[in-house]
């Protein structure tokens, strides 16, 4: 089987490949939204899905033919598991540790039936796993306010893990503050819904997961001084601490708001039995210092979040710097690692920074 596509670009390297062969897929594909976009890009984006839609695909330099096998191919599975032939997108991004392959599934009448991601190394296969594992769960839990994908098929294809989900709606309409502030309401709904304790910090599950993790890093300057902030951490929470969930990475792309509230995806860091109230931190960090991280900078960020995290009330530990303190150490129990693993310098120097930063926040609680 052969397949056309033509490559759109987009700023930072990221761009989609999109079906030649299905204009009003190509339009779809193209007319996907987050909070992040600006109102000048959500125009971009319309403008361009009226052109594709029109045909102006096949005018793009960037284009290529992909031919494949006639049985066990990706397009085949993706035919059984909606019932209908498909066509897909594939979305082109930056370098990540954890990158992965990003499907916009159509039907035959260029309608959006879904999305896939496929693995390939082990941290994306591991990622993708993880997301298959947790889905469930969000779609059985109260959260009104949510919109989550749900599994229609996952497992392993050619030796790589396999998701395939339902698309979340999304409106051009975005709310200009979510590119700056965390979404509260939403926020505490999730810990709502995932709530227990609260429990002594250090004797918790979670501190002995944190602990163990810092304690595996090969790289010795690292892990003593990931160590020494963390023993400054079970020192600094003297109080009791609600635990909850968290999305993991919960930033204003991986979310849009619609009609009937707010989408949400990329569950793959979804983890249960954390301290509760760790969105609020990275959403703060992630949307306010998107690029290269300075320490000072950082700390000062999530510090000026104070207002947020007292927003939440009972939900979440009484003081802020121990809830600063808690999340440097969730963020970077997965960072560190990573950074150690193949591929990992390319999130080597926001790790160090964060780490940097840690140790500044450690200093100011002797």
Known sequence: MQARF???????????????????????????????????????????????????????????????PDTDSLARLLDTVFGEPVTFSVAIGTARVNRK?????????????????????????ADVAAEAAALPH??????????????????SWRGAQLLVITAVPQSPRQRRVDRRDPPLPEI?????????????????????RTESRLAALADESRRVRALACLEVLGARADEPVPFAAWHGDWTPWNMARHLGG???WDWERFSTGVPAGLDVWHYLLNARLAGALEPETALAVLRDGESFWRALGERVAHDPEVGIGMYLAEILARYLPLAEGAGGDVILSRTDALLTAWEAWA????
């Open 188 to 208: 505490a709904e999730l810990t709502d819904a995932f709530a227990e304790g609260p429990f002594a910090l250090t004797t918790s599950g979670w501190w002995e």
């Open 138 to 155: 969000l779609t059985t839990s109260a959260l009104p306010g949510l919109s989550v994908p749900q599994v229609l098929w996952s497992g």
């Open 262 to 264: 707010l989408s949400l």
């Open 363 to 366: 200093s100011a609680q002797r």
């Open 101 to 125: 392959r990003v499907l916009e599934v159509f039907g035959e009448r260029g309608d959006t039936l879904g999305f896939v991601k496929l693995g390939g190394s082990s941290v994306s296969d």
């Open 6 to 68: 033509c490559v759109v670009p987009a700023a930072g390297g990221v761009g989609t490949a999109l079906p030649l062969d299905s204009p009003r897929a190509s339009a779809r594909a193209v007319r996907r939204f987050n909070a992040a976009a600006t109102t000048p890009a959500v125009a971009k984006r319309l403008m361009l899905a009226a052109a594709l839609r029109m045909g102006a695909g096949r005018l793009l330099p960037a284009s290529f033919e992909v031919a494949g």
